[in-house]
């Protein structure tokens, strides 16, 4: 059989401008919202005629910051601890034969911007840039399967870290989400309740300060009291002294 060839009919802006911090699964973070750019000629009203009638959507996309990185027959879950190995075809990770992955968020509406004839998103795992192949509505009754098997992802991910902001970091904060749009400090505080970090940082308990990129800023946070608690540092543009 001959390769498929196919077009990217848009894509995704997003909060995620960098990997580290981008959610495990969509919907884990409803504060993380996105834009999905439709490219011409598939930016037109009535190829989406019937769509604000669904709450949630399928989104088929492209790993695109994968890509010549090649397949591997095993990987590593971070839901175990980044030890276990598993088959790729039993996993979710981006290293596949054909790195396309699939997500289900919340719709959130159609707009017209500077970009186009967009449709907003919330409850996003997508990174910034990720082109987009397909939209399809997300069908309750045929997409939901409350009794289905888990496997060994039987809970979501998640931290019971007590999350502060320092004195900095609140001065921050207002300055870079003067107006609240950007939801920062729900976004922040939802990402670090999914603890972001790589599987295997328990084999490294000596490192506490991360840092991750949100929009285009830079979110510093550490753990103190050994582990059980966090508090962001600081929030500044990226590049920034």
């Not at 077009?7 to 495990?24: A, M, N, Q, V, Y």
């Not at 996105?34 to 709450?55: I, K, N, T, W």
């Not at 997500?103 to 987009?132: E, K, M, N």
Request: contains cysteine; glycine residues 10%.
């Amino acid at each position: 059989m001959r390769p498929f060839t196919f077009e990217p009919i848009g894509l995704i802006r997003s909060c995620f401008t960098d990997k580290f911090g981008i959610p495990r699964q969509a919907g884990l973070v409803p504060a993380a919202h996105g834009r999905l750019v439709l490219h011409p000629p598939y930016d037109r009203e009535e190829a989406l005629q019937g769509l604000d009638g669904f709450s949630h959507l399928w989104i088929i996309f492209v790993f695109h910051d994968c890509i010549g990185a090649g397949w591997r027959p095993t990987v590593r879950p971070p839901r175990l601890g980044g030890r276990g190995k598993v088959g790729v075809f039993a996993s979710r990770a981006p290293y596949r034969p054909n790195p396309i992955g699939i997500s289900s968020v919340r719709f959130a509406g159609l707009a017209r911007d500077h970009d186009g004839l967009t449709l907003r998103l919330a409850g996003i795992d997508l990174l910034d840039g990720t082109p987009v192949l397909d939209i399809k509505p997300y069908v309750p009754y045929a997409d939901s399967h409350p009794g289905a098997d888990h496997g060994f992802a039987s809970e979501p991910p998640g931290a019971d870290w007590a999350i502060a902001f320092s004195d900095q970091a609140e001065r921050q904060l207002r300055v870079a989400d003067a107006d609240g749009s950007r939801r920062l400090r729900q976004l922040i505080v939802q990402v670090l309740r999914q603890d972001p970090r790589p599987g295997y940082m328990d084999r490294y308990p000596e490192r506490t300060g991360f840092c991750m990129r949100l929009y285009d800023l830079e979110i510093r946070w550490r753990l103190e009291e050994g582990g059980s608690s966090l508090r962001v540092t600081s929030i500044a543009p990226v590049g920034a002294e």
